[in-house]
Structure formats: C-alpha cells, structure tokens
C-alpha cells in the first residue's frame, strides 16, 4: 500500500502536471471504483484544478467549482501519467484526461480495493480524514500525546491512522528498528527515552525516504511504488542479514499482512511467536535468535 512518502511524492510529481488544468473527461474501467452518487462526476468536469493534497492515505484534487475529488489507492493501487490519453485495459480503474495530459489509476490483482469519491466541499472531505496527526510536522508533545491516548502495541500504534496519518505496515517496521524498538512492546510501557528515541525515528525515517524517493523519480513521473524496497533495513527482508547487525531478520505473520524486525536490536535476542508456524512447532520453536543463526 503506497503510504506517506509514496504519496507525498505523487503529489509532488502531480502538482506541476495538474494545477491550472481543466479535466475534459472522466473514463471508468471499473463502475464499482466510484463509490459515491452525489455529487455526481459531472460536477468537476470542464473545471480547473486549484489545489493538490495529501489527507491521510488519500489523493486529493480540489476543482474551482469548489468540489473535491479523492482516492485511495489501497493496497494494489497506482498512478500513471501519460502526456496524451491512453485506452483503458482490463487493470485501468479509471482514466483522467486533463488539458495537460491523463492521468490512469491501476489496480493490480483481483480484488478491487482503491475507491473514487467526489465531495461538495471541503468540510464533506474532512468527514473522510481519519483525523490522525502529520509525522512531519508533529511536536513531541502532540506525538507523545497521541502514542499514550490507547495502549496498542507499538506496531499497531503507528499504523493506526486515527493517530498518526500516513505510516502503514511498511514503514512502520521501518521506524521501529530504527528506534530499536519490539513491535509488540505497549505504547503506555514506554519510558521517556524510549518515547523520544521512537519521534526522532518516526520522522527521520520519514524525511529521508520522502527525500530518496523524490530523487529517484527525479523529474520524471513515480514509476516503482512499491512497499519493498532494496534500501529498507527489515521490511520484506525476511531472513536476509540485518544491516546493522548482520542477524537474520525474523517476521510476524497474521492475516494478509506482516511485521519483519530484528531479534536482536529490537528484542533482546528474543524471536516473538509467529501465531502460524510457532502454534505448528509448538516446542520446536527456536525462542532465542541464537537458535537461528
């Protein structure tokens, strides 16, 4: 799922492309992506994009007759840009055809996830805003204060986006072995050092993956959005070699998706059961990453 850096550089690669632009036309691959009747999509055709943003995980497109349009992208969601307008195919969701060029959104796999709504104003688009706080911007205190609100698990903290917006499985892991933190260690557990260790992560790990990303799409418009990259110290890198210690990084599985962190910097050497693979060892399973190695 593209999340805060991901999206932050769509917009970026979106703002000089869209701002000024009229939309000629709205073409749907798929009815099921627009999930809402009124207002309809007539509404913002022939109108001029005035603003851009990011609300949490969504897109955000304001028109100049005052309307908003926002997506999300979900989990196999994507943009393309095109500077003239491509036919739809069977993975196209929809296609956006501005005076300046089309926009495609594409959805991979079978499952159609990513949503289209268009909202009156934007009081009805802050209705959809989960309400979480910007990591970017955020104080220690309005991070300390969200961190403490609910006694989730650290993981589960940092990925609820009613409290921070934008941070989902991916980066989350991220952050964590950054802070050097377990992530199923409990938010109001956490003494100040570790609170303050864990906002500097938070935001650090941010910044400078917004910063690689924007780079390497350079001028060109984000071509490999993706949750896995080389670069990311334990995400997607089960049972590679941590990068700063060199054990191998042990994961979480639990329904569709995982947590991957490091035995060692992050949990004292202990490896946190997996509710699949430990129930089926049961006594067999190696409690210690010196087991492992």
Avoid at 131 to 154: V, W
Avoid at 172 to 194: F, K, M, N
């Amino acid at each position: 799922m593209p999340e805060l850096p991901d999206l932050e550089v769509y917009v970026q690669a979106l703002r000089p492309r869209l701002k000024g632009a009229t939309l000629d036309a709205v073409r749907l691959g798929n009815a099921f992506f627009l999930r809402t009747v009124e207002p309809p999509l007539a509404a913002i055709m022939g109108q001029q994009v005035t603003a851009l943003q990011r609300v949490g995980k969504r897109l955000a497109l304001e028109f100049s007759s005052g309307h908003w349009l926002a997506m999300h992208l979900m989990i196999a969601g994507r943009l393309q840009w095109h500077a003239a307008p491509r036919a739809l195919t069977r993975r196209h969701l929809a296609g956006f055809d501005f005076s300046t060029g089309t926009l495609l959104v594409t959805e991979a796999g079978t499952q159609r996830r990513a949503w289209l709504k268009i909202f009156a104003d934007r009081t009805e688009l802050s209705r959809e805003d989960p309400g979480g706080i910007e990591p970017l911007t955020m104080s220690f205190g309005e991070f300390d204060g969200q961190l403490r609100k609910r006694n989730h698990t650290l993981k589960r903290a940092l990925s609820h986006p009613g409290l921070f917006s934008g941070i989902g499985n991916a980066y989350s892991d991220e952050i964590l072995h950054r802070a050097r933190l377990s992530p199923v260690s409990h938010t109001q557990s956490l003494d100040a050092e570790a609170r303050q260790r864990l906002y500097r992560a938070t935001q650090a790990t941010l910044t400078e993956w917004t910063r690689r990303l924007s780079t390497e799409a350079g001028e060109e418009f984000p071509k490999k959005v993706t949750a896995f990259r080389p670069g990311m110290a334990v995400h997607g890198r089960f049972g590679q070699p941590c990068p700063d210690c060199g054990s191998p990084i042990q994961r979480i599985r639990y329904a569709s998706r995982e947590t991957n962190y490091c035995a060692r910097c992050q949990t004292g050497g202990r490896v946190l059961k997996d509710r699949a693979l430990s129930r089926l060892l049961k006594a067999d399973w190696p409690s210690r990453i010196e087991q492992w190695e």
